[in-house]
């Protein structure tokens, strides 16, 4: 049996030479990354590095775009579900379709106003040229002070009061002035495509399901005759005319009522537009939805996105010290969600979440209580 061979080498040879040769290889890798002077973080960060300089120099150009994207989706979706939802709903009940008008323009009126206001709304930048007492640490980039929960955002170019994150949807930062708004925004769309869903099901189910084979067409067509059996089982075919043993009885006459086919309900224009409202619907929800759960858990918590992961990193560094690590801004789930949606100096619920409201945060994003402090009242500062 002939030996394969490649410029004098074995087989076994060669698979020694590489093995060799990958062992070298991730030696190479350990050495650049294993050291005093670089680890495996940076090195990553080195190589995103290009990506990094793209999301910073180009995001805020693509921004309104995404705005304008977000607003024409917006339109559309109310469109086809006036379009089709509303003669839908009237035909089959007035009542309901009251209804459905209050909850759902109530549901658009508070989507479109907080999605507006997320947009108009700056985040909060700390002031130029003068000296903060609230400061606790300087910018490297902005060479400039920081005020406490304030972090440097790299495509606004500036630092951000209570910074959150940079959202290309809003075209803007999240941040201090913003937040709740850009929190409402997101539960409210959710909650809206969750009310289109749930009231399109049966509009889907006629258009969709009941009503998709009206351009259908016999690719093979049935043969052969009527047939009877008889009693004892037998097969007889049918060879006259009558529907009935007696031969001279005529042909029975059936005054049925014609169905009534709606030939714009059953277009392909509607199928399409339906199945553009499911699809939309269904991933708006799950995005979104995992979103404002997402923040609703933070907004519990006390803290932002940003502060998510420096707080994960102390609990870890006061973990391994065996002390245990407590966020100064987290004063119970209560307390946080009110300060969270202004709910102090007498503001109620349905007039500052369930309805449109222009109330700002408290204070001015320099200074922030903490569980540290005295004891304090809810109307702070």
């Not at 994960?312 to 973990?319: F, G, I």
Request: net charge positive; with cysteine.
């Amino acid at each position: 049996m002939a030996r394969i061979t490649w410029r004098g080498h074995s087989t076994q040879e060669l698979l020694s030479i590489l093995r060799l040769r990958w062992s070298y290889m991730k030696h190479c890798w350990h050495s650049l990354t294993f050291n005093a002077h670089m680890n495996s973080s940076y090195a990553s960060d080195v190589c995103l590095t290009p990506i990094f300089w793209f999301v910073d120099n180009y995001t805020h150009c693509l921004g309104p775009f995404f705005v304008v994207g977000v607003a024409a989706l917006t339109t559309s979706v109310v469109s086809i579900a006036y379009w089709i939802g509303l003669p839908f709903w009237w035909a089959k009940s007035q009542l309901v379709t009251y209804f459905l008008l209050i909850v759902g323009n109530w549901l658009l009126l508070n989507v479109v106003f907080h999605y507006v206001m997320a947009v108009i709304t700056p985040a909060g930048h700390p002031p130029e040229g003068v000296s903060l007492v609230e400061a606790v640490s300087m910018c490297g980039k902005c060479i400039a002070p920081k005020p406490p929960r304030t972090h440097h955002c790299s495509i606004c170019n500036r630092c951000i009061l209570k910074m959150d994150h940079h959202c290309p949807w809003l075209n803007n930062c999240v941040g201090y002035g913003n937040h709740r708004y850009f929190f409402l925004y997101m539960t409210y769309t959710t909650l809206g495509c969750l009310f289109l869903i749930l009231f399109g099901l049966e509009i889907g189910h006629k258009y969709l399901w009941l009503d998709h084979g009206e351009n259908w067409t016999e690719i093979e067509p049935l043969e052969g005759q009527p047939v009877k059996f008889n009693l004892s089982g037998h097969i007889i075919p049918v060879t006259h005319p009558n529907e009935y043993d007696e031969f001279m009885l005529p042909p029975a006459v059936h005054n049925l009522p014609t169905p009534i086919v709606d030939t714009d309900a059953a277009s392909p224009g509607r199928r399409r537009a339906l199945w553009f409202m499911a699809f939309t619907n269904v991933a708006v929800v799950l995005a979104l939805g995992s979103l404002s759960i997402w923040h609703a858990k933070l907004i519990t918590r006390g803290e932002t996105s940003v502060e998510a992961h420096i707080n994960e990193a102390e609990r870890k560094r006061h973990l391994q010290q065996q002390r245990i690590y407590i966020n100064p801004y987290n004063f119970g789930t209560k307390k946080n969600w009110k300060l969270f949606l202004g709910l102090v100096r007498g503001r109620s619920f349905w007039r500052t979440v369930l309805l449109p409201s222009w109330h700002k945060p408290e204070g001015t994003g320099l200074s922030f209580h903490t569980v540290n402090d005295a004891p304090f009242e809810d109307e702070w500062p």
